[in-house]
């Protein structure tokens, strides 16, 4: 049976945790890229489909290569980070299905309909993205979450050599400045954007 995790754990990934415009001079290691993977990789997805495909940028070269597809507010923020996470997704994640999903055809239910595979895509390599954010903040590290850059730009520097991979958002990740944040911005009551019918 579930169990509520401790309050602690609680805010470490919610109502404690922020997303960050600058880094602290403190690397983040392979190790730490791989347990966010480990962890991020376990959330639902359609037909357990996992059609993120992550580049995690970590050199200076592939920091200020990525600089350049962003706009201007967001390029210290990926220098400072010391890794920026673009979450791509595969056009055709259905073609590992037959792996990833043994219990049905489920590769059946994509092939032809290139529309349903991308809204499938887009959407769940979004939940994976989200995944990522919450796995980076489980084993003690922050983000910053980015949507201000060129798509065209990122899939031509990133996915040249997999261009049925197109990049959905970027995300930087390390040890937070707290003089970075500004005050939390208004989270509203269930009532405000909720109905229960």
């Known amino acids: 049976m579930t169990q509520t995790i401790a309050e602690p754990a609680l805010d470490q990934l919610f109502r404690a945790a922020r997303s960050y415009n600058a880094y602290l001079d403190k690397p983040v290691s392979t190790e730490q890229l791989h347990a966010i993977w480990d962890l991020l990789k376990y959330g639902p997805t359609s037909a357990n ?42 056009l055709d994640y259905h073609n590992h299905l037959p792996e990833l999903f043994p219990h049905t055809d489920a590769k059946s239910w994509f ?23 919450l796995a980076a903040r489980a084993i003690g590290l922050d983000t910053g979450p980015i949507s201000g850059f060129d798509n065209a730009a990122v899939d031509a520097a990133f996915f040249a050599a997999t261009p049925r991979v197109k990049s959905n958002f970027i995300t930087t990740i390390g040890y937070g400045d707290p003089a970075s944040i500004f005050d939390r911005s208004p989270r509203p009551a269930f009532d405000k954007f909720n109905s229960i019918v």
């Open 49 to 90: 489909s996992l059609p993120a495909r992550i580049v995690w940028v970590t050199s200076q070269a592939a920091k200020e290569k990525l600089v350049s597809c962003v706009i201007e507010s967001n390029a210290a923020k990926i220098l400072s980070a010391p890794a920026t996470a673009i979450i791509g997704f595969d």
């Open 111 to 133: 092939e032809g309909n290139e529309p349903l595979r991308e809204a499938t895509a887009f959407r769940n390599s979004s939940l994976q993205g989200a995944y990522l954010i």
